[in-house]
C-alpha cells in the first residue's frame, strides 16, 4: 500500500446524484453500473430501503 489515505463511503441516491450533476436518472444509473463493472466503484446497502454507501476505488495507486 502507498499509504495514501483510503477514501470514504458517500451515502447518496441516484435521484440526489441525478440532481447534482443535472443528468437524468437513468443516465446516472448506467453510469453508476458501468463504473461498478469495472471496479472503479463499489455500492452498498446497509438496508433495502437506504441509499447506497459509494466508495471510490483507485487502482492506478497501487
Known amino acids: 500500500m502507498s499509504g495514501a489515505p483510503q ?3 458517500v451515502s447518496l ?7 447534482f450533476t443535472g443528468l437524468p436518472k437513468t443516465s446516472v444509473q448506467r453510469a453508476v453500473a458501468h463504473l461498478q463493472r469495472r471496479g472503479l ?3 452498498t446497502k446497509p438496508n433495502a430501503t437506504s ?3 459509494y466508495r471510490l476505488h483507485r487502482p492506478w495507486l497501487r
Do not use: D, G, T
Not at 441516491?13 to 440532481?19: D, T
Open 7 to 9: 477514501p470514504r463511503a
Open 13 to 19: 441516491s441516484l435521484r440526489e446524484l441525478a440532481a
Open 41 to 43: 466503484i463499489s455500492a
Open 51 to 53: 441509499a447506497p454507501h
